[in-house]
């Protein structure tokens, strides 16, 4: 099998012609959306006519895109290279703009799959504690439930507060399902839990599965938020001070993926 390592010696300076063009860049990017006519393209990228039309031959002459009724369209081929370069700009878009996050955090937790999709979550946000709002996280976590229709929730531990608007949703009809470890259900099933969860041993809308796997990340996801929180580094310490969070529906899609798989290796328990 040739390495990726040969392959990028043997194709640099065709590749590098590429990402190194920002027009060409925008404008493979941009027809990813939907065709563009040449007036689309100038007010996308800012630039002139005489600009991009020699950009436009060049990917024309790779066979990327074709004129189509005076509009610029991909070619199948085309549609083949915008996604992986799509996907490339929106990951080094989120390891970016949220690097510190990432370095302070331990991912491995995260089965590798899903790590390979992280692109999905480049239009997410940081909640964290600051000396001043010391309880934004908590805080978020707290409306992000409060205004569910729906709660999936993957978690290797569990507070009071937490679980109080847990059940709170529960006994008003919200259909929610946790995954949590063998260590958090036996922390329920005492004191100060087992008072509080024995609200839901009739409620036919909460279910729970306990996963074998250790966790090391802590995600929840309802039918319009996405959070996702992290150990630090020394893999010990879960960092309740941030989390990472989204509306954006392919951070949700992520999360779904995640819990999906998570939930298929799980057992269902009862109260």
Known sequence: MTSPLFAYNDIRLGLESIFRSRLQMQILLSLGEGCKTLSDLRTITGSSSQAIIPRIRALEKRSFISNQRYQYCLTPLGRIFETKINEITRLFSLLTHHDTFWHEHYLDGIPEQFINEMSDLCNSQIVADTSVEIFQVYAHYQAVIENARRIHWVSSMISPGHLHYIITRVMDGVPVEMIITAEVDRQLRAEPYASQVSQMKT???????????????????????????????????????????????????????????FRSTARACSL
């Open 203 to 261: 409620c036919s809308n909460y279910i729970q599965y306990i996963s074998d796997n250790p966790l090391k990340f802590g995600l929840m996801v309802t039918d319009t938020q996405f959070i996702l929180g992290l150990y630090k580094q020394d893999m010990t310490t879960f960092d309740a001070s941030s989390h990472f969070t989204s509306s954006d529906s392919q951070a949700l899609s992520w999360g779904e993926r995640v819990l999906t798989h």
